[in-house]
């Protein structure tokens, strides 16, 4: 199986910064990579698919890059709104479809 | 606009039975695959199983933990996948989630599972 390590496991940033967040795959899934925003009681919300494609209607500040094993996603100027935990998840090829561990952001 | 709705969950006792569904609509649902995934409370986000279509020969995969227990099916003449669920352990609670990915990945609103005695 494919292992997604995603770091950090939370941060806390002022409103306005830019936040990184950064996800490694155990080998090579080309850019078979979805970034998703989850708040409490609510399904995950796809944000980035395809490693780097903003989803229809999501914010321009979300953004995701890399290819292979290395990817990051990063919040160019964090708002209040974008309190929540943070996953990202591979789809290369076969199942199972794995997710990291996810990163909880909060604001100072 | 393709739309996932489950449902089917609730408690139930350990060791006992219980079937979700999920309706499809918006898409073509027969030619893509379908996907469970759960999240326990307070955890992380994890796939449960996979249907194929019908034309991949509605192939089946499962994780390790459910291997065994849980079995996925379709019926494409009503747009639903079925996850049944047999022998449920406490540690089966979670909401569950269907999904399926196109040119990207859509999810459900979840239904959940709680399992207790």
């Known amino acids: 199986d494919i292992q997604m390590t995603q770091s950090p496991s939370s941060l806390s940033a002022s409103a306005g910064d830019r936040v990184t967040i950064t996800c490694q795959a155990s080998?090579?899934?080309?850019?078979?990579l979805n970034w998703y925003q989850q708040k409490p009681g609510k399904a995950p919300k796809l944000l980035i698919y395809d490693a780097s494609t903003l989803e229809a209607g999501v914010p321009s500040r979300f953004s995701g890059r890399g290819s292979g094993t290395d990817f990051t996603f990063t919040i160019s100027s964090l708002q209040p709104e974008d309190v929540a935990i943070y996953y990202c998840?591979?789809?290369?090829?076969?199942?199972?479809?794995?997710f990291g561990q996810g990163t909880r952001v909060e604001i100072k | 606009e393709v739309q996932l709705v489950e449902s089917g969950g609730g408690l139930v006792k350990p060791g006992r039975s219980l079937r979700l569904s999920c309706a499809a609509s918006g898409f073509a649902f027969d030619i893509y695959a379908m996907n469970w995934f759960r999240q326990a409370p307070g955890k992380g986000l994890e796939w449960v199983g996979f249907i194929g279509s019908k034309r991949y020969g509605e192939t089946t995969e499962y994780a390790a933990s459910v291997k065994g227990r849980f079995s996925i099916s379709r019926d494409d003449s009503k747009g639903i996948v079925y996850l049944q669920m047999n022998s449920l352990r406490p540690e089966d609670t979670a909401v569950y989630y269907c999904?399926?990915?196109?040119?990207?990945?859509?999810w459900g609103q979840g239904t959940l599972v709680a399992v207790s005695s």
């Open positions: 080998q090579d899934i080309r850019n078979y």
């Open positions: 998840q591979q789809y290369d090829n076969l199942p199972p479809w794995t």
């Open positions: 999904s399926t990915r196109q040119q990207k990945t859509y």
